[in-house]
C-alpha cells in the first residue's frame, strides 16, 4: 500500500508571524510528576529544546510523553524540579516556591489536543475570537480580521460561521490549529493530534503541521505515526518510565538507534506502522 504523501501548502502569507531566533529555548530539570503514589510519569527527567526545533516525542503509554505537554501548557503541576522558557524561569515544583507558574510566559504557548477542545456553543468564528479578545484586548473587528486571515490560509474561510458539529475531524483540527495561532505562541504543542481522524483527514492536518515547521515554528509533538515523526522532526527524542531514553536525528533513532530498549519500541510501533 502507497503511503500518502505530506505536501505543505504554500500559504499566502507567513502562519508564523515572528519566528524566535535559535538558542537556548526549553530546559527540564530533575522534573518529577507522578499521579498518587504508584504511577510515577516523569522521573527527574532532562531535556533541553532549541527555538528552531521541532521535537518529536515517541515511546510507550505512560511514557510521560502526553504529560509533558500537559506540564508545558500549565494544565498541571509538578511535584520536583524546574522548567525555563526562553532563558526565564517558567516552572518551579519546588515547595519553597510561592509562584510555581508564570502567567505571562504560558500565553506564548499554545496546544492542540487530540480531542479538539472546541467550544460546541460558539461558531468557528466565535472560537477563534474569544481568547484573543479576553487574554489580549483585542477588538472584536481585529480580532475578526485576523480569524478570517488564519482561516482563509487553512482552507476554511468558508466555515467561519459554522459550529463545530457541522465540521470533519480533519476541519476541527485545523480550526483548532488556527485558534492557537490567534495568540502568536513562541512554542506549539501537539498531542496525538491525528490519531482519531480517518488517513485522508490526517494528511489534510500534518500538512498544516509542515507548513509551521518549514516557517520555523517551534514545535513538541508526541505521535505514534513514525512515518510523519521522520518527515518533521528536528530531532526525535524516545522515552520509557518518565525518563528520557535516547534522543538525536531521525536518521539516527530509526536506522541506528543507540539503546537496546529503543530499538525494542521500534521493532514493535514500525513493523505494526
Not at 18 to 26: E, L, W
Not at 250 to 255: A, G, V
Amino acid at each position: 500500500m502507497n503511503t500518502p504523501r505530506l505536501v505543505a501548502a504554500q500559504p499566502q502569507a507567513p502562519l508564523v508571524p515572528n519566528p524566535t531566533p535559535g538558542g537556548d529555548f526549553i530546559q527540564l530539570r530533575d522534573v518529577c510528576k507522578s499521579y498518587g503514589e504508584q504511577l510515577v510519569v516523569m522521573d527527574n527527567m532532562n531535556l533541553d529544546m532549541r527555538a528552531d526545533d521541532r521535537l518529536v516525542i515517541i515511546g510507550p503509554s505512560g511514557s510521560g510523553k502526553s504529560s509533558l505537554l500537559r506540564v508545558m501548557m500549565g494544565l498541571e503541576g509538578i511535584q520536583g524540579g524546574t522548567i525555563g522558557f526562553q532563558g526565564k524561569p517558567y516552572i518551579n515544583g519546588g515547595k519553597r516556591c510561592g509562584k510555581p507558574l508564570d502567567e505571562s510566559l504560558r500565553t506564548q504557548i499554545g496546544m492542540v489536543f487530540q480531542h479538539y477542545t472546541l467550544f460546541p456553543h460558539l461558531s468557528v468564528l466565535g472560537n477563534l475570537i474569544l481568547a484573543p479578545m479576553k487574554v489580549h484586548g483585542m477588538s472584536r473587528a481585529e480580532a475578526t480580521e485576523k480569524a478570517r486571515s488564519y482561516l482563509a490560509r487553512l482552507g476554511l474561510e468558508s466555515k467561519l460561521h459554522a459550529y463545530p458539529s457541522q465540521l470533519s475531524g480533519g476541519q476541527k483540527q485545523r480550526v483548532a490549529i488556527a485558534r492557537a495561532l490567534m495568540l502568536e505562541p513562541k512554542l506549539m504543542l501537539f498531542d496525538e493530534v491525528t490519531s482519531a481522524l480517518d488517513p485522508e483527514m490526517v494528511i489534510e492536518v500534518q500538512n498544516v503541521m509542515l507548513q509551521l515547521a518549514e516557517q520555523k515554528m517551534a514545535m513538541i509533538i508526541v505521535t505514534h505515526d513514525m512515518h510523519f515523526a521522520r518527515h518533521i522532526a528536528t530531532r526525535v527524542v524516545f522515552c520509557a518510565n518518565g525518563k528520557v531514553v535516547e534522543q538525536g536525528p531521525p536518521e539516527q533513532i530509526f536506522t541506528k538507534p543507540r539503546e537496546a530498549r529503543t530499538r525494542e519500541f521500534l521493532e514493535k510501533v514500525v513493523h505494526l506502522d
